[in-house]
């Protein structure tokens, strides 16, 4: 059995993705529930970790991943595989402009988003990043994917649609290492 722990900020994917995970017997799930800008905090959760799914900010997810993986580097869990949600956007490729709910400096916002991302980068860990179009919450489970580099229209995305994307990534090990934009089909 496979331990995973999700790192949650009140992100509207996260209940689809354990509803998806209450189905598969050979994943044990923790969320964690404390500081996340403690070290010491998800050092008490790590231990028999294998999989990790991060769904912080949108602000400050910097921040939190400095802490987290202070606590990896201390723990050393058997980490296999990461998932983070980042944002469309990130990474210059939206063919539009797009506003993030709950981001008051753009700029600001973007450069903490990359710098998280880097974070997991050079952790050595396989990893996936999910850049999330604008939240919409309709019960779309069909999406399109963006790979990296590549242009990407503004658009909407479900919960239920990044749910789905996540669940394929940590279990079913599709798209590991790849950085992929997600908008409703």
């Given at each position: 059995?496979?331990?995973?722990?999700?790192?949650?900020?009140?992100?509207?994917v996260v209940p689809p993705l354990?509803?998806?995970?209450?189905?598969?017997?050979?994943?044990?799930?923790?969320?964690?529930?404390?500081?996340?800008?403690?070290?010491?905090?998800?050092?008490?959760?790590?231990?028999?970790?294998?999989?990790?799914?991060?769904?912080?900010?949108?602000?400050?997810?910097?921040?939190?991943?400095?802490?987290?993986?202070?606590?990896?580097?201390?723990?050393?869990?058997?980490?296999?595989?990461?998932?983070?949600?980042?944002?469309?956007?990130?990474?210059?490729?939206?063919?539009?402009?797009?506003?993030?709910?709950?981001?008051?400096?753009?700029q600001e916002f973007i450069k903490q988003q990359r710098y998280a991302i880097k974070i997991v980068d050079e952790s050595e860990i396989s990893y996936s990043i999910i850049r999330m179009s604008q939240l919409k919450d309709n019960q779309a489970s069909d999406y399109r994917l963006f790979n990296e580099g590549s242009k990407m229209p503004v658009g909407t995305v479900s919960p239920n649609a990044v749910a789905k994307l996540a669940y394929d990534m940590l279990i079913e090990q599709k798209l590991i290492n790849h950085s992929v934009g997600i908008i409703d089909q």
């Open positions: 059995m496979k331990k995973l722990l999700i790192i949650n900020q009140n992100n509207p354990t509803n998806l995970l209450k189905a598969n017997k050979d994943v044990d799930v923790a969320l964690y529930s404390g500081d996340l800008e403690s070290a010491e905090g998800y050092a008490k959760f790590l231990p028999d970790t294998n999989l990790l799914f991060i769904a912080v900010g949108p602000n400050d997810a910097d921040l939190y991943l400095e802490s987290l993986f202070e606590a990896i580097d201390e723990v050393q869990p058997p980490i296999s595989d990461i998932v983070m949600l980042s944002y469309a956007g990130v990474d210059d490729e939206l063919d539009g402009p797009v506003a993030y709910a709950g981001v008051k400096d753009k």
